[in-house]
């Protein structure tokens, strides 16, 4: 499974971005979906994650009531709508997809990841 991220950019504080992920591959609706982010500086951190299907789903605590993570199967994408957004924020966004549900939030226990795409909050 190849993943492409796609839909960062610049966006003031409250403001709204839609992030989407591309896959390539016929096994993409057997795979567990997640989202990280990295600022500088620290470490990769897990923000959301769907389930094969798109009513399960997990967050961190921090983007709760903010961000939704979504999938289209049929359009092999998975999406990343944050709303609210604060400077704190600001990362480089990152899709991954993974065959096992334990330890969703975990960066070790994915086995593709996309590119990342840039989200800048500005205060």
């Known amino acids: 499974v190849q993943l492409q991220a796609s839909g960062g950019g610049l966006v003031q504080a409250g403001g709204s971005l839609r992030l989407s992920c591309a896959a390539s591959g016929r096994t993409f609706s057997s795979y567990f979906m997640g989202w990280f982010r990295q600022a500088p500086g620290k470490e990769r951190e897990f923000v959301a994650a769907?389930?094969?299907?798109?009513?399960?789903?997990y967050y961190t605590d921090s983007v709760k009531g903010r961000f939704t993570t979504s999938r289209d199967n049929a359009k092999t994408t998975v999406y990343l709508q944050m709303n609210s957004l604060k400077p704190e924020d600001t990362a480089v966004y990152y899709c991954?997809?993974?065959?096992?549900?334990?330890?969703?939030?975990?960066?070790?226990?994915?086995?593709?990841w996309g590119q990342g795409t840039q989200v800048t909050v500005s205060s």
């Open positions: 769907v389930a094969w299907s798109a009513g399960v789903t």
């Open positions: 991954a997809g993974r065959s096992r549900w334990t330890y969703i939030d975990s960066v070790s226990g994915y086995e593709y």
